[in-house]
T-cell receptor
């Protein structure tokens, strides 16, 4: 099992360019998440998908869009990149469910380091 | 409004001694707490968790303590090893919220020889 995979690992964009970050999981998890990590800010939730076919905003959704393509894949799109979006982006997945508890444990991908000039 | 706080950005401990990492939360609806470990250029990895119905959970060298009345949890690492040097994130969740986690800002642990 590869777990959670992300592509690309690194990306440099110019202001105004667009790009899509890809994420896939092979653990048959129900929920998927996108975070950004900035120095001193911890991990902040951008968007999440509780189940296939649904997406919801997290703490910092402005400037981003997401697509839950199927149960395995969850992509993050930057339509018009800005320097403030320079960050490390992590995708995660969890089994999730109404039971809570250990179902809430999230598994993370290796991250995408994005620089916007 | 930061609901999960890690007030110590960094901690340095000698090898073999105990490392204690602290975390405070404000949301009384949180009922499950997790610690993640993160090495540079890698994604966070799950370390240990605790349900709000318990006050202690142990896994090898790692023990998490939960004080619900104080809304405080701590991670104890005994004995500390150089390989434990990493950033540790505390996270919290509530049942019925699509398993969303709220993370603290992290504590960088340095274990010295």
């Amino acid at each position: 099992n590869a777990g959670v995979t992300q592509t690309p690992k690194f990306q440099v964009l110019k202001t105004g360019q667009s790009m899509t970050l890809q994420c896939a999981q092979d653990m048959n998890h129900n929920s998927m998440y996108w975070y950004r990590q900035d120095p001193g800010m911890g991990l902040r939730l951008i968007y999440y998908s509780a189940s296939e076919g649904t997406t919801d905003k997290g703490e910092v959704p402005n400037g981003y869009n997401v697509s839950r393509l199927n149960k395995r894949e969850f992509s993050l799109r930057l339509e018009s990149a800005a320097p403030s979006q320079t960050s490390v982006y992590f995708c995660a997945s969890s089994l999730a469910g109404a039971l809570g508890g250990s179902y809430n444990e999230q598994f993370f991908g290796p991250g995408t380091r994005l620089t916007v000039l | 409004d930061q609901q999960v706080k890690q007030n110590s950005p960094s901690l340095s401990v000698q090898e073999g001694r105990i490392s204690i990492l602290n975390c405070d939360y404000t949301n009384s609806m949180f009922d499950y707490f997790l610690w993640y470990k993160k090495y540079p250029a890698e994604g966070p990895t799950f370390l240990i968790s605790i349900s709000s119905i318990k006050d202690k959970n142990e896994d090898g060298r790692f023990t998490v303590f939960l004080n619900k009345s104080a809304k405080h949890l701590s991670l104890h690492i005994v004995p500390s090893q150089p390989g434990d040097s990493a950033v540790y994130f505390c996270a919290a969740s509530s049942t019925g919220t699509a398993s969303k986690l709220t993370f603290g800002t992290g504590t960088r642990l340095q274990v010295t020889l």
